[in-house]
């Protein structure tokens, strides 16, 4: 049996990436492959219980905030992840390791030497096939959130936080551009999904 391939979203706050994930994982399911939409923190039950810490509790000291995500992250990829793409399924994540390296590393001020000992005993050789990353400037996509109604921790930290966080996804985009597409997410609903549609056709699809 193939292996299933692993897709992620990352971006900032009011990104859209839960909408454009299930967005995603709707088409791919309707064009006959089998897909499991998941997310982080959480996707698993061990995962969201320490989930709910995170987004509830604080503040913490950075380092141990980036050790809760990459514990909440193990479960979620051997509980679920890992699972799923052996058997050939494609997996769908609203966020993933990217999201810990923005926000802890660069947001926060972990040293980026504890992300990475934290993900090669967390993932192992596992990375994402795909990075999407929906890229939207701090400030509209703050606007964005705060407009949804629903806030949590993060988004209280302020615009400068918010801005180090989009400049370390495009460091990302950039220093990895086989993994990682950036799509422009201040875009309209319908034209991120085609964009988005469309790297997955080319990167993905035709191969």
Not at 1 to 18: D, H, P, V, W, Y
Not at 88 to 96: S, T
Not at 141 to 162: I, K, P, Q, S
Request: proline residues 4%; glycine residues 12%; contains cysteine.
């Amino acid at each position: 049996m193939a292996r299933g391939r692993f897709i992620t979203l990352e971006g900032g706050e009011g990104a859209g990436k839960s909408t454009q994930a299930r967005r995603l994982a709707t088409w791919l399911a309707e064009a006959g492959l089998p897909v499991l939409r998941t997310r982080e923190p959480g996707g698993s039950p061990g995962a969201e219980a320490i989930r709910g810490v995170l987004l509830g509790a604080g503040p913490w000291d950075p380092v141990a905030e980036t050790m809760l995500h990459f514990a909440a992250r193990r479960e979620h990829v051997a509980r679920m992840i890992e699972p799923a793409l052996a058997a050939g399924i494609w997996v769908v994540c609203d966020r993933f390791a990217d999201s810990t390296l923005a926000y802890q590393v660069a947001g926060q001020g972990t040293q980026r030497a504890v992300w990475d000992r934290l993900a090669a005993m967390a993932l192992g050789a596992l990375r994402p096939d795909l990075t999407l990353v929906l890229d939207i400037p701090a400030e509209a996509g703050l606007a964005r959130a705060e407009a949804r109604g629903e806030t949590n921790r993060y988004e209280t930290l302020g615009l400068a936080f918010h801005g180090r966080i989009r400049d370390a996804f495009l460091a990302v985009a950039a220093a990895e551009p086989g993994r990682c597409a950036v799509v422009d997410a201040t875009q309209g609903l319908e034209a991120v999904t085609h964009a988005m549609r469309g790297v997955v056709r080319q990167r993905l699809l035709d191969r």
